[in-house]
């Protein structure tokens, strides 16, 4: 170890809490986004991921206070026992923990933070390759051995 590291350790990750801070900077409208992001083209259409980023992150902030709700009211009580976002909602909606029009918001916020991570998704015709067929089984043969006299 001495050999690799003759000083010791450099250097030290970052906290968890400065990682919320710095994430917190990103994800809500603050001086440093718009400092970061002020070449990104941000306009709301269906082909433009950072517009559809923007999109989710201004929605976030809305739904916010209603997640919370529910991890407050709902699953930390235990009136809420669902462990998939969707079925939460309904649970909490069920047990009146949230509103009808709350729920739809909810709803919308998920379907779209689910469309931005759904990336990985492609037919083959997207990817620009076509199925390899599967390879049939041959059966074995018994190998044949010849008579070989080593003198």
């Given at each position: 170890m ?7 350790r450099?250097?030290?990750a970052?906290g968890?809490?400065l990682?919320r801070?710095?994430a917190?900077?990103v994800?809500n409208?603050?001086?440093a986004?718009?400092r970061l992001?002020q070449y990104?083209y ?8 950072f517009?559809?980023l ?8 809305n739904?916010?206070?209603l997640?919370?709700?529910?991890r407050v009211?709902g699953v930390?009580t235990?009136?809420?026992t669902?462990l998939?976002?969707p ?11 949230i509103?009808?029009?709350?729920a739809?918001a909810?709803r919308e916020y998920?379907?779209k ?5 759904n990336v990985d998704d492609?037919?083959?015709h997207?990817?620009g ?8 089984q041959?059966p074995?043969?018994?190998p044949?051995?010849?008579?070989v006299?080593?003198?």
């Open positions: 001495a050999l690799i590291l003759p000083r010791g450099a250097y030290s970052p968890d809490r990682g801070k710095v917190d900077l994800m409208p603050t001086e986004r718009e992001c990104m941000w306009t709301l259409e269906p082909t433009n991921p517009g559809l923007q999109e989710a992150l201004l929605l976030a902030q739904v916010e206070p997640e919370k709700r529910i009211e930390k235990g009136r809420v669902a998939d976002f079925n939460q909602i309904q649970q909490a909606l069920v047990a009146g923990i509103s009808e029009a709350e739809v909810l998920d379907r933070v689910m469309d931005i991570l492609f037919a083959q997207e990817l390759t076509q199925a390899e067929p599967v390879p049939q041959v074995e043969q018994t044949v051995l010849s008579s006299h080593v003198a």
